[in-house]
């Protein structure tokens, strides 16, 4: 793949929503024949200058990054866009075998030899596990298990607040997938007023995840939950799961569309790419490390174990 702003290759990269080389966001095309319309959207509550502060704040508190780093970070291109995400529901049922455990001591007898050379016998308190086989069924509703639609993101995603969805103004609009702009994107509405500004309609990402691999990500962390309430519903000190079944009805799928900014920075010779919550002002994406600071810390931790360890030999 490429940039179709100057052409430079994009190639597989974790973040690659803004072209490191000019700036501009990238909008990839989806691969899937399939094409779904988005259900539901989240407003944009922070503005490109808010995004911009925040994003340059964000640099300049991140550890072990080049001291240039903080006022040196050169913005090349901020750009809103709506990144689509799967949202999933399903009531779950599942039946368990397994194992509880109560920890519990005994008075053990031992043999030892004493100052005199005899054999003495005392008492010592001993811990154990007993164990004892269980069975059992849980159940549980989902709802709102998001998994993102696109896969060029962060490792690790903010937090947007589902409280303010609302459904699409393009309802005649072509579906996400594949698509590139959209003209009548919500407006941008600021934290205070919740008043609309007046900005250029964002772009939407093209989804290219399509929703049956998604929802293996969403039964994944269901799967997460329901061990843990299996876990307490089997109760006692330890639990061992050894079978679990899970069967799952009334399946939702949702697509959503969450605002956020494309920050395209430069440092040094190499381009970054960050993200700016359109909601929250929350930033993520990549930074440079300073291998001077790091060598430094390494170097410190060192001198500190060889003090401890001397120390110890000492006494």
């Known amino acids: 793949a490429s940039?179709?702003?100057?052409?430079?290759?994009?190639?597989?990269?974790?973040?690659?929503?803004?072209?490191?080389s000019c700036g501009a966001a990238l909008v990839g095309e989806s691969d899937l024949t399939e094409s779904v319309r988005p259900d539901v959207v989240l407003p944009f509550a922070v503005d490109e200058d808010a995004a911009r502060a925040g994003f340059l704040r964000w640099v300049a508190h991140r550890r072990f990054a080049?001291?240039?780093?903080?006022?040196?970070?050169?913005?090349?291109?901020?750009?809103?866009?709506?990144?689509?995400?799967?949202?999933?529901?399903?009531?779950?049922?599942?039946?368990?075998?397994?194992?509880?455990?109560?920890?519990?001591?005994?008075?053990?007898?031992?043999?030892?030899?004493?100052?005199?050379?005899?054999?003495?016998?005392?008492?010592?308190?001993?811990?154990?596990?007993?164990?004892?086989?269980v069975s059992g069924a849980v159940s549980?509703?989902?709802?709102?298990?998001?998994?993102?639609?696109?896969?060029?993101?962060?490792?690790?995603?903010p937090r947007w607040p589902l409280a303010g969805l609302c459904p699409p103004p393009w309802a005649e609009a072509s579906a996400v997938a594949g698509s590139r702009d959209v003209q009548d994107a919500p407006q941008y509405v600021p934290q205070?007023?919740?008043?609309?500004?007046?900005?250029?309609a964002p772009r939407v990402i093209a989804y290219d995840v399509d929703p049956g691999s998604a929802f293996s990500q969403a039964t994944a962390r269901m799967s997460t939950q329901i061990e843990e309430?299996?876990?307490?519903?089997?109760?006692?000190?330890a639990q061992q799961v050894n079978d679990l079944s899970t069967t799952y009805e009334d399946e939702s799928?949702?697509?959503?569309?969450?605002?956020?900014w494309l920050v395209s920075y430069q440092h040094?010779?190499?381009?970054?790419?960050?993200?700016?919550?359109?909601?929250?002002?929350?930033?993520?994406?990549?930074?440079?490390?300073?291998?001077?600071?790091?060598?430094?810390?390494?170097?410190?931790?060192?001198?500190?174990?060889?003090?401890?360890?001397?120390?110890v030999i000492g006494h």
């Open 268 to 311: 040094g010779t190499r381009g970054w790419s960050a993200l700016v919550n359109g909601a929250t002002g929350e930033v993520v994406g990549h930074r440079p490390y300073s291998s001077t600071k790091i060598s430094l810390l390494v170097a410190a931790l060192v001198l500190a174990a060889a003090v401890v360890t001397l120390l």
């Open 253 to 260: 799928c949702t697509l959503l569309l969450l605002p956020a």
């Open 140 to 157: 549980r509703v989902f709802d709102g298990v998001v998994v993102p639609a696109c896969s060029p993101l962060p490792d690790k995603l």
């Open 66 to 133: 080049p001291s240039s780093l903080r006022g040196g970070a050169q913005v090349r291109a901020v750009e809103g866009v709506f990144l689509p995400f799967w949202v999933f529901g399903a009531a779950t049922y599942s039946t368990y075998d397994g194992r509880r455990g109560e920890h519990r001591t005994q008075q053990v007898s031992r043999t030892r030899t004493g100052a005199n050379g005899q054999i003495e016998t005392y008492m010592e308190t001993e811990s154990y596990t007993h164990w004892r086989r």
């Open 3 to 20: 940039c179709g702003a100057c052409g430079e290759a994009v190639g597989e990269k974790a973040f690659a929503l803004c072209c490191t």
């Open 229 to 237: 309430d299996v876990r307490l519903d089997i109760g006692g000190s």
């Open 192 to 200: 205070d007023s919740r008043a609309a500004v007046s900005a250029p």
